[in-house]
């Protein structure tokens, strides 16, 4: 396993087992999400980018507009569950 993957994976777990509510747990571990996908995405383009590999990068772009979709969805959803807007934390999962 990756040292990120590993970090990544520690970070997430910390995050579910915490005594924070669990719609702050929620809003966390999927912020946590979000930020490992996306951070993946950039890289997986720039190399794509690098490589020349046209195709690929549309399909890395498409991705990466879409998991910037979800969080949207997530963040009118937990609107509408809490009555206050999403707004990720910085470090909120360190």
Not at 41 to 56: I, P, T, V, W
Request: glycine share 4%; charged share 25%.
């Amino acid at each position: 396993m990756k040292k990120r993957d590993n970090q990544f994976y520690q970070q997430f777990q910390a995050v579910f087992s915490s005594s924070a509510p669990e719609i702050a747990r929620l809003a966390a571990g999927f912020q946590l999400i979000l930020e490992h996908e996306l951070a993946n995405a950039k890289h997986e383009m720039e190399l794509l980018r690098a490589l020349g590999d046209r195709d690929g990068l549309i399909k890395e772009q498409i991705k990466h507009n879409t998991i910037q979709h979800a969080a949207s969805i997530f963040s009118d959803c937990y609107f509408r569950a809490t009555g206050e807007p999403w707004t990720p934390q910085e470090e909120a999962h360190a």
